[in-house]
């Protein structure tokens, strides 16, 4: 997985609530141990505030966030789980529409994007999330692609940008795809969820 970027100052007001509320358990704990009169021993330390905001920032990471993100309170979208749906390319004029998957494995931070199609398979490199737009909210991200095994010679590794919109009550990824030089095409994504991972 790698990191992915947003268009707010979301995460930032995130890590100082964090922070703050690292503040309080790490006092609070201290003064626990203290009004019952319990010293820990010399090989153990009490936690500190950077022991509970480690803690804090796991947990939000990889499983707080999809609640808070469910309920609006976070504004980055839950991307998480398998997206099935076709391709359009101008390789054959958009006129045969291919089957594909779009995996997506995601936490607060970070974020993988995998699409299997017939003859190729590809991987994000780095990704965008935009949340402030009049249309909604976009997923951008380049990718490489590699070719399977037995498909035409012509075809090569290349890279490639993908820039979809999420319609988030229909649960869709609808976009366009544009590949690097050496393969010079472009077309259509039409995805809908049909498996979410928790």
């Known amino acids: 997985m790698h990191p992915y970027s947003i ?9 100082l609530c964090l922070a703050i509320i690292s503040i ?9 141990l203290d009004s019952y009169h319990i010293s820990l021993p010399w090989w153990i330390e ?20 999809k ?5 609006g309170i976070i504004k980055i979208p839950n991307l998480t789980g398998e997206w099935t749906g076709h391709l359009r390319s101008s390789f054959d004029e958009h006129g045969t529409p291919v089957k594909v998957t779009l995996k997506i494995f995601q936490t607060w931070t970070r974020i ?18 935009t949340l402030n737009t009049p249309e909604g909210k976009y997923l951008y991200y380049q990718y490489m692609n590699e070719p399977k095994m037995l498909v035409a010679k012509t075809m ?8 979809l919109l999420l319609d988030e ?13 050496d393969r010079q095409n472009y077309g259509s994504l039409d995805l809908k969820r049909s498996t979410m991972h928790i």
Not at 24 to 32: A, H, K, T
Not at 174 to 181: D, F, I, P
């Open 7 to 15: 268009d707010t100052e979301e995460r930032k007001n995130i890590w």
């Open 24 to 32: 309080v358990l790490s006092w609070g704990f201290y003064r626990i």
């Open 46 to 65: 009490s936690p500190s505030v950077l022991f509970f905001y480690g803690l804090l920032f796991i947990v939000f990471d990889k499983w707080a966030w």
């Open 67 to 71: 609640f808070f993100s469910k309920i």
């Open 112 to 129: 993988r994007i995998l699409l299997d199609a017939e003859q190729s398979w590809s991987q994000s490199e780095t990704a965008y999330v």
């Open 156 to 163: 090569s590794i290349h890279h490639g940008t993908a820039k």
């Open 169 to 181: 009550k229909q649960d869709t990824l609808v976009g366009e795809y544009y590949s690097g030089r």
